[in-house]
């Protein structure tokens, strides 16, 4: 019996397989960009919304201390000893502490350079019903730097809350959310602000340095003094 070629032929030859995988892995390469920057937008998200949420922790303090937001006075109204003033964790443990919060995956940023930590916070920061203070916050559980010093009736506009550092650094991380800074202002509004490719600055309306103290929002003082870091991981 004559069968034909095509009749006899089954599967791909191995140079038509090759094509086949070259397409694929073409196809892809051109999809990882896309895919890439879709995650990035949804940890920028994730990111904003948990600084929302820290703002609002910080509100309630306020509510509860004459308008004043953790500070190294406020410290020692919250715990005996104080709760340390050398990083962010330090005074944003006074959060836990005065009860108004108990969520730690807030202060966290997946990938977070600044918190040095892949690991999330476990949020186990109670034993028998009480606030462990050594439990709360420990290094590399916050990504938020913190500008103390600030009442909830100081300029509106001044930054309150803002992405931590590069860790060991004085320059905020450009790769984190492509040379962009989330920042929380006083007023409670949240966004990404764009950095300036030359210096890696952030500018407000008047083109100076949010923080420089000649920013508007500042009126003279140095908020650089005011900085504080999160408390790295190891």
Same mark, same amino acid.
């Given at each position: 019996m004559n069968i034909g070629t095509s009749s006899r032929r089954k599967g791909f030859t191995l140079v038509e397989l090759l094509v086949v995988i070259a397409i694929i892995v073409a196809l892809a390469a051109l999809a990882t960009p896309q895919i890439f920057r879709a995650l990035k937008r949804a940890a920028m998200a994730e990111a904003v919304s948990n600084a929302k949420q820290v703002k609002l922790? !910080?509100?309630?303090?306020?509510?509860?201390?004459?308008?004043?937001?953790p500070n190294e006075d406020t410290a020692e109204d919250v715990a005996e000893g104080g709760t340390g003033t050398t990083y962010s964790n330090d005074f944003f443990r006074q959060l836990f502490l005065s009860g108004v919060t108990e969520s730690e995956i807030i202060f966290w940023v997946?990938?977070?350079?600044?918190?040095?930590?892949?690991?999330?916070?476990?949020?186990?920061?109670?034993?028998?019903?009480?606030?462990?203070?050594?439990?709360?916050?420990?290094?590399?559980?916050?990504?938020?730097? %913190?500008?103390?010093?600030?009442?909830? !009736?100081?300029?509106?506009?001044?930054?309150?809350?803002?992405?931590? %550092?590069?860790?060991?650094?004085?320059e905020w991380d450009p790769d984190l959310w492509e040379n962009k800074v989330i920042v929380v202002r006083i007023d409670g509004s949240t966004k990404p602000m764009r950095m300036r490719l030359s210096d890696g600055k952030v500018l407000d309306g008047s083109k100076k340095d949010i923080l420089s103290s000649q920013a508007d929002a500042w009126d003279g003082e140095s908020p650089e003094a005011l900085l504080k870091q999160p408390q790295p991981g190891s």
């Amino acid at each position: 019996m004559n069968i034909g070629t095509s009749s006899r032929r089954k599967g791909f030859t191995l140079v038509e397989l090759l094509v086949v995988i070259a397409i694929i892995v073409a196809l892809a390469a051109l999809a990882t960009p896309q895919i890439f920057r879709a995650l990035k937008r949804a940890a920028m998200a994730e990111a904003v919304s948990n600084a929302k949420q820290v703002k609002l922790a !910080l509100d309630g303090f306020a509510m509860d201390f004459d308008g004043q937001f953790p500070n190294e006075d406020t410290a020692e109204d919250v715990a005996e000893g104080g709760t340390g003033t050398t990083y962010s964790n330090d005074f944003f443990r006074q959060l836990f502490l005065s009860g108004v919060t108990e969520s730690e995956i807030i202060f966290w940023v997946k990938n977070s350079p600044a918190a040095g930590s892949n690991s999330a916070p476990d949020d186990k920061v109670k034993e028998g019903g009480r606030m462990q203070p050594q439990e709360i916050l420990q290094d590399g559980d916050v990504h938020w730097a %913190y500008i103390t010093d600030q009442t909830n !009736l100081d300029s509106t506009s001044r930054p309150l809350l803002i992405d931590g %550092y590069e860790k060991s650094t004085s320059e905020w991380d450009p790769d984190l959310w492509e040379n962009k800074v989330i920042v929380v202002r006083i007023d409670g509004s949240t966004k990404p602000m764009r950095m300036r490719l030359s210096d890696g600055k952030v500018l407000d309306g008047s083109k100076k340095d949010i923080l420089s103290s000649q920013a508007d929002a500042w009126d003279g003082e140095s908020p650089e003094a005011l900085l504080k870091q999160p408390q790295p991981g190891s």
